[in-house]
């Protein structure tokens, strides 16, 4: 039976058979938990927010010059994009199914974290561009297999009534992990081989603070279904048949999110080139990031605890993604450094709010408690994709679609039907 429009879903009931889930926690141990997964959370953005928008284009840049630099950034994130499009919703099939005596998370948490860093770690001492590519695809395997059970740990062992806090946290983590990565990019752009290390080190060293802190309880008990593939690359994307409000909430967080990264992915060239800053621009990302910052902090703080207050979520979503893409235009018709300041402070406000409700949103339309981390990984594509897909889409936008001035409305465009999106889903309110 479907549930009244505007209640919201009830705890999810374990099974009476071990899962291998850790049973919801509370108190102290919420606070333990929620103290921890935000700064993994933050671990893993700051390399998104730091590497392909700044690192990566400043060493392809070094690496092939001026001429060739926005094709090769294309291309080398393009591949990237496709490898991390099926690497988290694997990584959470494989760790549903994962039975050990740490559980079914920590281990692919740190497992992933350690290979993605070992990778970032490699890309810091070629400078062949195959390598990068190839190394580049690793960095995306590691860290989304480290995603999808990271965000599994919520609807694990977070109560429902609880989510919009933990939404919060857990978005921020996300969202400041990848503004301070681009003034930590800005900070180290001309020792690229140390930041990398040092990227991949923190990482790993928050994901192992985590899991050791707040451990899973033991799955090797737990039982196991028969594994089918047809059923398997079934449920890859979204079914909108199946599990429709599944379905708009995976493209309500696509479209906002590549919005967003459409952008600030490129805010570099973007400065270099369309506000005129040239070799300048670099000195000027730490204010972009800090003026989104400034705007971030308080939308998320008040967002995620005022939803679970209120009972809702979608009116703050939809509202989110519609300042976003309101907020793009500012640039287009001022295209001044002033301008994409004002632009980063609304935007911060924007994608603050929708990070601090969107993931309790999205908790509360998965399919099935047997395989929320493969259904976490298969929606937290429609937030890592865009990151590494948005330069190669701006690349083609600005070599063959009109420039660098194009990519403003085109960003308003896709938030907005992300505001569409969301306003399908019936199920919550």
Not at 34 to 41: D, K, S
Not at 277 to 284: F, S, T
Not at 381 to 392: G, Y
């Amino acid at each position: 039976m479907a549930r009244p429009p505007g209640e919201l879903r009830a705890p999810f009931a374990l099974p009476a058979d071990p899962a291998g889930v850790a049973p919801p926690v509370d108190g102290r141990a919420l606070r333990r938990l929620m103290a921890c997964i935000g700064p993994a959370n933050l671990g893993i953005a700051l390399v998104w927010g730091a590497v392909p928008s700044t690192l990566l284009a400043l060493q392809i840049q070094r690496t092939v010059g001026e001429e060739a630099k926005v094709g090769t950034l294309a291309i080398v994130t393009t591949v990237g994009a496709l490898v991390a499009m099926v690497a988290q919703p694997v990584a959470g099939a494989v760790s549903d199914r994962t039975r050990s005596r740490f559980g079914r998370r920590g281990p692919w948490i740190v497992a992933g974290t350690a290979t993605g860093g070992l990778a970032l770690i490699g890309m810091a001492f070629t400078h062949s561009i195959p390598a990068m590519a190839a190394l580049w695809c690793l960095v995306q395997i590691g860290y989304n297999f480290a995603m999808g059970p990271l965000s599994a740990v919520m609807p694990d062992r977070v109560p429902p009534q609880k989510r919009g806090l933990f939404s919060t946290v857990f978005g921020l983590g996300a969202m400041c992990g990848s503004l301070l990565g681009q003034v930590f990019a800005a900070v180290f752009d001309d020792r690229i081989t140390t930041a990398y290390v040092l990227l991949a080190a923190l990482a790993t060293t928050l994901a192992v603070v985590l899991v050791t802190l707040n451990p899973d309880h033991s799955s090797r008990d737990a039982p196991q279904g028969p594994f089918r593939v047809r059923e398997f690359l079934g449920e890859l994307l979204p079914n909108p048949r199946k599990h429709p409000d599944f379905f708009w909430v995976f493209i309500g967080r696509l479209c906002t999110n590549l919005s967003y990264f459409l952008v600030i992915g490129y805010k570099l060239y973007i400065l270099q080139d369309y506000i005129g800053l040239h070799d300048e621009a670099i000195d000027h990302v730490p204010a972009l990031a800090l003026s989104a910052v400034a705007g971030l902090l308080p939308a998320a703080v008040v967002s995620g605890p005022l939803s679970d207050r209120l009972g809702r979520r979608k009116v703050f979503v939809v509202a989110s993604a519609s300042l976003i893409g309101c907020a793009m235009l500012i640039p287009f018709a001022v295209p001044t450094m002033a301008g994409m300041t004002a632009m980063a402070f609304l935007v911060g406000v924007g994608f603050g709010c929708f990070q601090g409700v969107d993931t309790a949103l999205i908790s509360q339309v998965l399919p099935s408690e047997r395989s929320f981390a493969r259904d976490l990984g298969v929606v937290n594509v429609a937030a890592t994709l865009p990151q590494v897909l948005a330069p190669a889409i701006a690349g083609a936008v600005v070599l063959w679609l009109g420039g660098y001035r194009t990519l403003f409305p085109l960003a308003m465009a896709f938030a907005l039907l992300g505001a569409v999106a969301v306003l399908r889903v019936k199920g919550v309110r």
